[in-house]
């Protein structure tokens, strides 16, 4: 790695940091968060409220998927139950049982089902918030954690109204969320996410992405960036934009000692780390065929061919596996040039050996291809024209 490379000065610019020595130090903490960084959310309320069908929504598979909590009215789950999003095993979700009693102690609650592992709450029902509610919102805020109430199944709402006169959906919402905040006027002017987990484009489930970037810590957010499902338009940019961000970061780590030793690795390249970053881009995007098989069913448009006509999001989809570990076979500089080879601009400077330079810009085009090819297929399905935000 020269330090006269432009690319260098760049990478160390965006780091922030006054010398490449330092930037890269802090290029594998960056690095090291986006990969690993744990996040625990907590969803609580009543049997039947729809803390279930959220959970699977948010992770993005069917009820009656491998792995996907079970819904139903008779499913009562009195126990706390961990699930994993399906890419990111370090994002968790868990489902704990509903408070019950109107006697029970809150704080009690909150130590049975060990409140310091959560960084947040979700508080969900599917009618009014109670005394309870409060309760439990009062002690998880002394208990300095925070909590967003979500008023569920919004779309039974909305059809129960559609065929009032002068039904206009703006006043119901408004209705319903004022309804909500009469039994939580104790707490203030709390936030409440009006959303239905059958249709996570609707209503305020974007909101909630947004509240909760802006709340999280800043080594969090990167973890629920990627985990959220790509719900809007802005949400997809929110997330291209994460990953921006982080380019700098991961051409200089994949610059120093490679994390994971390939034999014929070049100094000048971690492939792994490369191969990684585009796999996370990859799942965040929502490129995966599950993904794109559960949106165009959603839309009722065949979806999947985007993927297929760009060489370089097919040869990412090759090589990209599920629990987003790369094993020493694939991360070969052969497949990095072989990435490179695929995009414009990047292949004829990467023919000439991986430096610094080609992987700063293999890792910019590479994102942008993804990001381009994720809006298309957002257009194709005509998402944010027919949405009625
Ligand atoms: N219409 C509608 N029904 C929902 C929604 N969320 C959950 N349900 C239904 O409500 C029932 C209870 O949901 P479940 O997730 O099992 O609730 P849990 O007991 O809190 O886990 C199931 O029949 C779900 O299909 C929603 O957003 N909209
Ligand atoms: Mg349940």
Known sequence: MESQDPAVAEAVKASGESNLEKATARAKETLDQLMNVSLNIAVTGKTGSGKSTFINEFRGLDEDEDG??????????????????????????????????????????????????????????????TENDVMLAKEIKKQKKNFYFVRSKIDNDIRAEERKKGFDEQNVLCKIRKDCLKNLEELGDPNIFLISSFDLEKYDFEKLQNILTEELPDHKRSALLQAWPVCSADSLEKKIKMFQGVIWAASLASAGIAVIPVPGLSAACDASMVILFFTKCYYAFG????????????????????????????AVKEKALTRLQVSAALATLATVEYFASL????????????????????????????????????????????CSN
């Open 343 to 386: 995009l414009p601009g990047v292949g004829s400077a990467a023919a000439a050996g991986i430096s610094f330079g080609t992987t700063y810009c293999l890792l910019k085009q590479g994102l942008n291809e993804l990001a381009d090819i994720a809006r298309k297929i957002r257009e194709e399905a005509e998402l944010d024209t027919l």
């Open 287 to 314: 490129l995966d065929d599950r993904s794109l098989k559960r949106l165009s069913e959603k839309v009722n448009k065949p979806l999947l061919e985007h993927v297929a006509k760009s060489k370089f999001v097919s």
């Open 68 to 129: 996907a909590a079970r819904t139903g009215i008779t499913e009562t789950t009195m126990e706390v139950t961990m699930y994993e999003h399906p890419t990111m095993p370090n994002v968790k979700i868990w489902d704990l049982p509903g408070i019950g009693s109107p006697t029970f102690k809150a704080n009690k609650y909150l130590k049975d089902v060990k409140f310091h592992t959560y960084d947040f709450f979700i508080i969900i029902s599917s009618e009014r918030f």
